[in-house]
């Protein structure tokens, strides 16, 4: 009966003795280049909370004044137009702060030096 030669022992944290396979070494090119930086407003957020600031203003001053007896107009009607009237307000305040922020963002401009690496 043959009976195959048993495998070799090793120590206990001894590695075996195979040739380690050749190890991809990664190969970097870095460029540089000078940017310019500028600063820039975000309109959407900028015109989206002046507008809900209009709302929530009118909103307050139509439940702040009293409210006639006999008016033709119920309090939640009036809410509503006030709602209506801030909203149109706020995005015009919105829009005119928004350019005027752009255009005060737009002053500060800088320079900087980017770094481009490329991985191989």
């Given at each position: 009966?043959n009976?195959?030669?048993p495998a070799?022992?090793h120590?206990?944290g001894?590695?075996?003795?195979?040739?380690?396979?050749?190890?991809?070494?990664?190969?970097v090119?870095?460029?540089?280049r000078?940017?310019t930086?500028?600063?820039?407003?975000?309109?959407?957020?900028v015109?989206a909370?002046?507008?809900?600031?209009?709302?929530?203003v009118?909103?307050?001053?139509?439940?702040?004044f009293?409210?006639?007896p006999?008016?033709?107009?119920?309090?939640?009607?009036?809410?509503g137009?006030?709602?209506?009237?801030?909203?149109?307000?706020?995005?015009a305040?919105?829009?005119?702060?928004?350019?005027?922020?752009?255009?005060?963002?737009?002053?500060?401009?800088?320079?900087?030096?980017?770094?481009?690496?490329?991985?191989?």
């Open positions: 009966m009976t195959p030669d070799p022992e120590e206990p001894s590695a075996p003795e195979h040739e380690p396979a050749p190890e991809h070494v990664p190969v090119h870095e460029t540089e000078e940017v930086i500028t600063r820039s407003v975000r309109y959407g957020r015109i909370g002046m507008t809900v600031l209009g709302i929530l009118a909103v307050v001053a139509s439940l702040v009293p409210l006639d006999e008016a033709q107009y119920t309090l939640a009607q009036i809410t137009f006030m709602a209506l009237i801030g909203a149109a307000i706020g995005l305040l919105g829009c005119l702060l928004a350019l005027i922020l752009g255009v005060t963002a737009r002053r500060k401009r800088g320079t900087a030096i980017a770094i481009h690496s490329d991985v191989q």
